[in-house]
Each structure stands twice: as C-alpha cells, then as structure tokens.
T-cell receptor, first 109, second 115 residues
C-alpha cells in the first residue's frame, strides 16, 4: 500500500463547475497536509495547507481533512481553464513530505 | 520577494559523467530539502538539511549521490558516474523553522537528461 494515494485521473470538469480532488494516507500520526499545484514542465506550487479536522477555505479553494478516515480533499469552486494542472497531495512525515502521484485535472471551456 | 532558485535549469550529460546542481533557499529559511521527480510521479524525498547539518537521507540516495550545505545557506547536490536512470527533475525546497506545519516552497527545478 502506498503511503499517499490519489486517483491519477485525468479528471475532466466543465468551466464554472466544482472540481473535487481526493487523497488518502496511511500514517495515522501525520499532522500536516498540503496541496500543491503543478503545471506541465514546472515545479510544484503550494496552494493549501491544513492541520486540523474540518474545512479550510482560501478564495476558490477549500481543503477538507478527516483524520479518523485518513482522508484529505481539495475542492475548487468556479473552475477556470487556468486551473488545469496536476494537483499533488502531500503529507508531512517527520520533516520530509510524502507525495501522492498527483491527479491531472482538465477544465473544459 | 526572492524565492528558491536553482541552477542550472537544464543539464544534459553523457552516462558516466559527474554533475552538480545548486540550490539557493529563501534567505530566512534554515531548512532545505532535495527531491527527485520522474514523469507521472510525485516528488520523492532525497535528503534534508537543517542549517549546515544533513539530518536525513533517503535510501534512494545511493553512494553516487552527495549533498552539502557548507555554510547553512546554499546547497549542492552532486551525482557521480551518472546513469540513464538518474534522468529526472531535481527539486529543491526550503522552509522556515517557525512556520507551523513546515510549509515547503519549491524552486523551479533542474531537469537532468543522461544520454
């Protein structure tokens, strides 16, 4: 079992709709969770961090964490074509980050 | 605002050659990380420095790989006797000690191609 799992996609969403990205992790003691956006050929860009159960909102992005279910998700409201990218879920293990393989998201105009 | 910088951005080398990459972290950050990313995968941790001390190394970091951070500022990653399997994007990230959760910010990466 991989430490951090994501559906690799591709996930296709119409412009203006809500995109929902999911991630599960195996280490129950993990305390810090991150979402990175990565455009093709570029490096990962941190877009959300979440540490407590519940929801955290930042603009069009909402991160959701459920530690009991070992599940973290990212919602993107009013999806734009510029949101088309690979989204990486990362879980902090001691100091290093452990990444999922990423979900490729395509927003269709 | 100066982010993490990496040089070179691209490196093409022949199998068996040595290569060295440089990373300059965000100036106030004392923690520096190296990751490697291959196509279709998430980044994989290689090694971590706090100030000048190398505190953790992945099993991925074979004896052909060495990293240094001599004065606790910039870091170098050297790969000796490169192999085609070393072709990847090498990413450097930094974080500040006081930031909750240890948010890590990535540089643009160095793309290595071994022919």
């Amino acid at each position: 079992q991989k430490e951090v799992e994501q559906n690799s996609g591709p996930l296709s969403v119409p412009e203006g709709a809500i995109a929902s990205l999911n991630c599960t992790y195996s280490d129950r003691v993990s305390q810090s969770f991150f979402w990175y956006r990565q455009y093709s050929g570029k490096s990962p860009e941190l877009i959300m961090s979440i540490y407590s159960n519940g929801d955290k909102e930042d603009g069009r992005f909402t991160a959701q964490l459920n530690k009991a279910s070992q599940y973290v998700s990212l919602l993107i409201r009013d999806s734009q074509p510029s949101d088309s990218a690979t989204y990486l879920c990362a879980v902090r293990g001691a100091q290093k980050l452990v990444f999922g393989q990423g979900t490729r998201l395509t927003i269709n105009p | 605002d100066t982010g993490v910088s990496q040089n070179p951005r691209h490196k093409i080398t022949k199998r068996g050659q040595n290569v060295t990459f440089r990373c300059d972290p965000i100036s106030e950050h004392n923690r520096l990380y190296w990751y490697r990313q291959t196509l279709g995968q998430g980044p994989e941790f290689l090694t971590y420095f706090q100030n000048e001390a190398q505190l953790e190394k992945s099993r991925l970091l074979s004896d052909r790989f060495s990293a240094e951070r001599p004065k606790g500022s910039f870091s170098t990653l050297e790969i000796q006797r490169t192999e085609q399997g070393d072709s990847a994007m090498y990413l450097c990230a930094s974080s500040g000690e006081l930031r909750r959760g240890n948010e890590q910010f990535f540089g643009p990466g160095t793309r290595l191609t071994v022919l």
